[in-house]
Nanobody
Framework: QVQVVESGGDSVQTGGSLRLSCTASGLQFDDHSMAWFRQAPGKEREGVAIIDHFGFTNYADSVKGRFNISRDNAKNEVYLKMNILKPEDTAMYYC???????????????????WGQGTQVTVSS
């Protein structure tokens, strides 16, 4: 059974940094593209950053230059380093994985089959 678990969410002030972590189990990790999505109250879920098994990445325009996604296949982990945080980054952040052997850098949530429960990031001004 595939499990995806996020951690690292917190409350920070504008301009601060956070590092989110995600551990996936029950799958062959390097056969899956991994992604971070976020959803703020009253808004649609947004693809923030995606990394495929080659390490190719795709970012939402709103986070380019501030966020960095990386993965450690040996640890079955994916990370999201978030810098220069803004109040508009406040959201629940979700980690997601594609099905096996499906490689994509799409930010469309429909491309991802396995989801965590989310970790809350709150940025205060």
């Amino acid at each position: 059974q595939v499990q995806v678990v996020e951690s690292g969410g917190d409350s920070v002030q504008t301009g601060g940094s956070l590092r989110l972590s995600c551990t996936a189990s029950g799958l062959q990790f390097d056969d899956h593209s991994m992604a971070w999505f976020r959803q703020a109250p009253g808004k649609e879920r947004e693809g923030v950053a995606i990394i495929d098994h080659f390490g190719f990445t795709n970012y939402a325009d709103s986070v380019k230059g501030r966020f960095n996604i990386s993965r450690d296949n040996a640890k079955n982990e994916v990370y999201l380093k978030m810098n220069i945080l803004k109040p508009e980054d406040t959201a629940m952040y979700y980690c997601a994985a594609t099905r096996s052997y499906y490689y994509t850098t799409s930010r469309d949530a429909k491309e991802f089959d396995y989801w965590g429960q989310g970790t809350q990031v709150t940025v205060s001004s």
